[in-house]
């Protein structure tokens, strides 16, 4: 086996699992081996090399019995750049759900599909589909470039987007690792029909670009070692946030001329959510602008770029090893130097761009070519039969009468595309029929802007519940929102059972992040265009106590906030500190039941009880203080150690 890439020189020890990567053979091993054991599950090591195939294996903690082996199952990701979902690919999905899933398929974040509760002797047979049925799990997970993402929507009069879906695929291909693993271990190594691959492409690499690649090699982009962590991309046109693009590692804005002619790409690199609690060396980052690059010379600017990320991330600390990091501790200019030398040449400066929004693209549309597409809200992205409410089997039977293709969204949605405008009412029945909402102005927009990641019971990362405490929290917000007068408010809410934030929390204006059970990291002030990062306020939160810590939020909300601000734009404009000292001082709308009686009244006069406590001057200043701190009131505070008190009474 020819290595190559050496993780660089260093005082410090690589990470076990760059160890892994070197004796995988390009991929092979131990999964190869392993695949053909009669066993439940892979060694740890496989696991490592397995998600570059496409698989977590999981185990459901809902099902743990002590003393007995693990409920072991895998997560099956797909990679549809741009999220291209063809309607074989669509039918072939479903049909794996139940005959090996867990009868659910998954929207991810990426613009992906998830399987789940595959058992490790179907894994090859649902791979296997999943390949003969022009989709692919290769680089879905893993230390290498995962699904590149570009806006769903198929508006086919405007030239820039069709630019990015064609450029988001094409990068797809570029950066896709060229190890026969993949189809040696799933297909028994028949290569599969794919797509024919730009010359383009193909000539970009082949390119050496400075270094970029390594000659007589199996991987000439990735090496030995592939990357040092996961390595994400996006492409997007001028004004359109559905993808989050300050969230990527490396994300390209279409440019074009004032004929719609594509001239080249705008650059940001060095976005990146991935955080631990309590490491404070670990933190989400925006991508920074970093220049702009010719049509003709983007795949070398785009490998240049991967390389340098490819041999100076850091490979002895994974929690350091995204490139935000590399970017964060290099600074901007010396970043952009270092790609400059594989590119060959200078980056031009970075071009204008109008301000980023983010629009969902749902309900029924033209798609500017006569034709129509829809886009389908899907709760937390859970294609699913349930009662009534039969979305699964309303998109089969649209996808096989009708043979449309779909787009996943970056926001865990879906948009059915190429439909003749005859078949909209037919469309429209079915989806009537299987309980279906079309319309998005009929969705609590809380409901409709929120996203969460699956967390417990399979994520072996999570700490907390997401998927399935995020409708209950939800319900809750809206009934605050009720109370207060604030109906018609809409904000983003996003939550995580983890800190790794894979639902992009610390993006959103609420954002919850799980750090114990049943206890949340709570963060404000995000962007509703998911242009600016959110900040922690709360470290540690149990979810029964989200009322009285929102509460006066709200109120100050409703009371502060300037014409038309949002809820993250007012968080973010009036300071924590000041939310903190309302927050202090604020006193529920709802009479406290005290202690000192109040003068008798006549019987004919109900009167409302007002008792009194004094405290001394210390204890009230520590009480003040840490209902400040956990921004909580005081009252709130006062009752849970009253409550706390009586249980322990005799």
């Known amino acids: 086996m020819v290595k190559s890439a050496p993780p660089p020189t260093t005082s410090r020890k690589p990470s076990k699992v760059e160890g892994i990567k070197e004796n995988s053979n390009f991929l092979r091993e131990p999964v190869a081996t392993q695949i053909l054991e009669d066993t439940t599950h892979f060694t740890e090591e496989a696991v490592q090399i397995l998600k570059f195939h496409g698989s977590y294996q999981q185990d459901n903690r809902d099902n743990r019995v002590k003393g007995q082996e693990k409920d072991y199952q895998f997560m099956l990701r797909t990679k549809n750049p741009g999220g291209l979902v063809p309607p074989q690919l669509y039918l072939a999905l479903d049909k794996l759900a139940d005959e090996y899933g867990n009868s659910t398929l998954r929207v991810t974040t990426r613009q992906g599909f998830q399987l789940h509760g595959i058992l490790k002797k179907n894994l090859k047979a649902a791979i296997a589909t999943i390949i003969k049925n022009l989709g692919s799990t290769l680089g879905a997970c893993g230390d290498i470039n995962r699904n590149v993402m570009a806006p769903p929507v198929p508006f086919k009069n405007r030239a820039e987007y069709q630019y990015a879906w064609e450029y988001a695929q094409n990068i797809a291909d570029l950066l896709s690792p060229l190890t026969g693993a993949y189809y040696e271990i799933w297909l028994d190594g028949e290569k599969a029909i794919s797509a024919e691959e730009s010359p383009e492409v193909k000539a970009a690499r082949e390119r050496n670009g400075n270094g970029t690649i390594f000659h007589d090699t199996e991987e000439p982009l990735y090496g030995t070692y592939y990357m040092p962590r996961k390595f994400k991309v996006s492409v997007t046109v001028p004004g359109d946030n559905s993808i989050d693009l300050y969230s990527q590692d490396l994300t390209l804005v279409v440019i074009t001329d004032a004929q719609d002619n594509l001239e ?20 989400a980052r925006l991508a920074d602008p970093i220049g702009y690059v010719a049509k003709e010379d983007v795949y070398d600017a785009v490998k240049a770029i991967v390389a340098t990320q490819r041999d100076y991330g ?19 200019d010396k970043f952009r130097a270092k790609v400059e030398e594989y590119f060959g040449k200078p980056l031009e400066p970075f071009r204008p ?3 980023f929004k983010y629009e969902d693209f749902q309900g029924w549309h033209e798609q500017g070519d006569g034709k129509l597409f829809l886009g389908i809200s899907i709760e937390n992205g859970r294609v699913k039969d349930e009662g009534s409410f ?63 990641c699956p967390a417990l019971p399979t994520c072996g990362l999570a700490i907390t519940e997401s998927e399935r405490a995020i409708p209950g929290i939800l319900a809750r917000i809206r009934a605050l929102l009720d109370k207060f007068g604030l109906q018609d408010e809409q904000f983003v809410v996003r939550m995580t059972g983890c800190p790794n934030g894979c639902a992009r929390p610390y993006m959103a204006e609420l954002g919850f992040v799980g750090s114990a059970p049943e206890s949340y990291q709570v963060w404000l002030g995000g962007s509703p265009n998911q242009t ?19 509460e006066p939020i709200l109120v100050y909300f409703k009371k502060s906030r300037q014409p038309g601000e949002s809820f993250g734009d007012f968080c973010d404009r009036v300071s924590f500190d000041a939310i903190r000292e309302f927050a202090a001082q604020y006193e529920p709308e709802t009479t406290p039941v005290t202690i000192e009686p109040e003068a008798p009244q006549a019987a004919s006069k109900p009167r409302k009880a007002r008792y009194r406590v004094s405290l001394h001057d210390d204890l009230y200043a520590k009480l003040k203080s840490t209902a400040t701190t956990q921004g909580r009131s005081m009252t709130d505070l006062v009752r849970d150690a009253l409550e706390a008190y009586f249980q322990n009474q005799p």
């Not at 080249?264 to 933190?283: D, P, Q, S, V, W």
């Not at 996943?408 to 989806?431: F, G, R, S, V």
């Not at 306020?537 to 009322?547: A, F, G, S, T």
């Open 390 to 452: 039969q979305l699964r089997t309303a998109l089969r039977e649209i996808v096989e009468q009708f043979n449309l293709p779909i787009r996943l969204t970056p926001h865990q949605n879906l948009i059915i595309y190429e439909i003749d405008p005859e078949n909209k009412q037919a469309i429209q029945d079915i989806l009537n029929r299987r309980g279906v909402v079309s319309d998005p102005t009929t969705i609590d927009p809380l409901v409709r802007y929120a996203m969460a």
């Open 264 to 283: 080249g790409f705008n650059i940001f690199a060095g976005g990146g959510l991935g955080r631990t609690h309590n490491k404070e060396e670990t933190f």
């Open 353 to 355: 761009l109008p301000e």
């Open 314 to 332: 850091d490979r002895t600390d994974r929690r350091h090893a995204r490139l935000k990091y590399l970017i964060n501790d290099w600074g901007v």
């Open 532 to 550: 600016r990062l959110a900040q922690p306020y709360v470290e540690k939160l149990h979810h029964n106590d989200i009322e009285s810590l929102l």
